[in-house]
């Protein structure tokens, strides 16, 4: 049977979807919306930083953070492939999405280590 | 006017009203690329557009090839690119087409034999390469009786039953216009149907064939196949619930190599 590593990728870009849809809107609308417009007294730099630090928190943030930028990396994989039709580029493509969310992931990982 | 003998007592709808049908041309003998021909046809009220065109083959133009049997949307065979949409021309209405002209196309994504008859000889070799049929480790013997089944287990695969081999889907799937390869959607449908029969155990050799590039990984769920399917089979619904298990095997055969399959 020939292997293929399409399901890892697919459960990832899944997993991304599901939770930037979930969650990315909350994010947004109370750091978007709600605070600079007063709607919600904004808080405290220090206070911020803490709840940040905390394990569970920097947990939430890198799943977050990584799995959207693999959302985002299979998607746009098949947006080049099928959408421009770039078939015969399809192993540049693929580490050029997949290597840019793992770019991210080692640089969201390093920012919420080093908070 | 007189009456068409074909609609039996098909009304007229406003007195003499016609409508034109621009319909696809390829006479393989007689020309190199294919061409649109315009015919005239009375609009009747209950008339769908394969009654037109029947119309034009018994009283204008009995060049015309195209294929149909039922007309009642059983049989599958009479699906064509109407107006650019996939649709089987025995359930789209002349009325809700109107004031035209109504263009009538081979199904998109296949080869064309002659006029709006499409060669579908890929779909025929990739549905039985999927073994759409129970497959049993040990069949019982015919005193053991029949598999007996709840309804439960019935309703878990009779949706994906109901396909009628209509190829609207492929016509409709972009993914299968780009890529021939790509097993399709109403093949994995139809694996799907048995897969999830609980009579079944075939679902490891289905694998073999559909849990690969060419097969549910090339679906990129744009679900066009489950807006054309005249039957309601949702054939990306089964595309992606194909992907679901085949991605907890996935995991299941990397994190615990010896538990076998």
Same mark, same amino acid.
């Not at chain 2, 061409?35 to 005239?40: F, L, S």
């Not at chain 2, 021939?180 to 075939?202: C, E, K, M």
């Given at each position: 049977?020939? @292997?293929?590593?399409?399901?890892?990728?697919?459960?990832?870009f899944g997993a991304g979807g599901t939770l930037a849809a979930?969650?990315?809107?909350? @994010?947004?609308?109370?750091?978007?919306?709600?605070?600079?417009?007063?709607?919600?007294?904004?808080?405290?730099?220090?206070?911020?930083?803490?709840?940040?630090?905390?394990?569970?928190?920097?947990?939430?943030?890198?799943?977050?953070?990584?799995l959207s930028?693999?959302h985002?990396?299979h998607r746009?994989?098949?947006?080049?492939?099928?959408?421009?039709?770039?078939?015969?580029?399809?192993?540049?493509?693929?580490?050029?999405?997949?290597?840019?969310?793992?770019?991210?992931?080692?640089?969201?990982?390093? @920012?919420?280590?080093?908070? | 006017?007189?009456?068409?003998?074909?609609?039996?007592?098909?009304?007229?709808?406003?007195?003499?009203?016609?409508?034109?049908?621009?319909?696809?041309?390829?006479? *393989?003998?007689?020309?190199?690329?294919?061409?649109?021909?315009?015919?005239?046809? !009375?609009?009747?009220?209950? =008339?769908?557009?394969?009654?037109?065109?029947?119309?034009?083959?018994?009283?204008?133009?009995?060049?015309? %090839?195209? /294929?149909?049997?039922?007309?009642?949307?059983?049989?599958? %065979?009479?699906?064509?690119?109407?107006?650019?949409?996939?649709?089987?021309?025995?359930?789209?209405?002349?009325?809700?087409?109107? $004031?035209?002209?109504?263009?009538?196309?081979?199904?998109?994504?296949? *080869?064309?034999?002659?006029?709006? +008859?499409?060669?579908?000889?890929?779909?025929?070799? #990739?549905?039985?390469?999927?073994? !759409? =049929?129970? +497959? /049993?480790?040990?069949? #019982?013997?015919?005193?053991?009786?029949?598999?007996?089944?709840?309804?439960?287990?019935?309703?878990?695969?009779?949706?994906?039953?109901?396909?009628?081999?209509? &190829?609207?889907?492929?016509?409709?799937? $972009?993914?299968?216009?780009?890529? $021939?390869?790509?097993?399709?959607?109403?093949?994995?449908? &139809?694996?799907? /149907?048995?897969?999830?029969?609980?009579?079944?155990?075939?679902?490891?050799?289905?694998?073999?064939?559909?849990?690969?590039?060419?097969? +549910? =990984?090339?679906?990129?769920?744009?679900?066009?196949?489950?807006?054309?399917? !005249?039957?309601?089979?949702? *054939?990306?619904?089964? +595309?992606?619930?194909?992907?679901?298990?085949?991605?907890?095997?996935?995991?299941?055969?990397?994190?615990?190599? =010896? %538990?076998?399959?």
């Amino acid at each position: 049977m020939k @292997t293929t590593i399409e399901p890892f990728w697919w459960s990832l870009f899944g997993a991304g979807g599901t939770l930037a849809a979930l969650f990315i809107p909350i @994010t947004l609308i109370i750091n978007g919306l709600a605070i600079p417009l007063g709607w919600l007294d904004a808080p405290a730099y220090e206070n911020v930083l803490q709840l940040a630090r905390h394990p569970l928190a920097r947990t939430y943030l890198f799943l977050l953070i990584s799995l959207s930028f693999y959302h985002w990396a299979h998607r746009f994989r098949f947006t080049l492939y099928d959408g421009l039709q770039l078939k015969h580029l399809n192993l540049l493509i693929a580490v050029i999405c997949y290597g840019g969310a793992t770019v991210g992931t080692i640089a969201a990982g390093y @920012t919420l280590i080093n908070l | 006017m007189a009456v068409d003998s074909l609609a039996g007592n098909a009304a007229v709808v406003a007195g003499g009203e016609m409508v034109t049908l621009e319909v696809f041309r390829y006479r *393989p003998e007689e020309e190199t690329e294919p061409v649109y021909q315009a015919y005239e046809v !009375p609009v009747h009220k209950d =008339w769908v557009v394969l009654d037109a065109l029947n119309h034009i083959k018994d009283h204008l133009d009995g060049t015309l %090839s195209f /294929r149909w049997s039922c007309r009642m949307g059983v049989c599958g %065979s009479c699906g064509m690119m109407v107006n650019g949409d996939a649709t089987l021309t025995c359930a789209t209405f002349v009325e809700s087409l109107l $004031p035209g002209p109504i263009r009538v196309g081979p199904l998109e994504n296949f *080869p064309v034999v002659r006029d709006l +008859i499409i060669e579908m000889n890929d779909f025929m070799e #990739k549905l039985e390469s999927v073994k !759409p =049929w129970i +497959i /049993r480790d040990e069949e #019982k013997s015919l005193e053991d009786g029949a598999y007996l089944q709840t309804p439960a287990q019935l309703a878990d695969f009779k949706q994906f039953s109901m396909c009628i081999n209509c &190829l609207l889907c492929y016509a409709a799937c $972009p993914v299968y216009g780009l890529e $021939p390869s790509f097993t399709g959607p109403a093949v994995i449908a &139809l694996a799907q /149907r048995y897969n999830l029969d609980s009579r079944d155990q075939g679902a490891g050799e289905r694998n073999a064939i559909l849990n690969t590039d060419e097969g +549910i =990984w090339q679906c990129t769920l744009v679900g066009e196949c489950s807006v054309v399917c !005249p039957k309601d089979v949702d *054939p990306a619904a089964a +595309i992606q619930r194909y992907k679901v298990s085949s991605t907890l095997q996935w995991y299941q055969k990397l994190l615990m190599p =010896w %538990s076998g399959k």
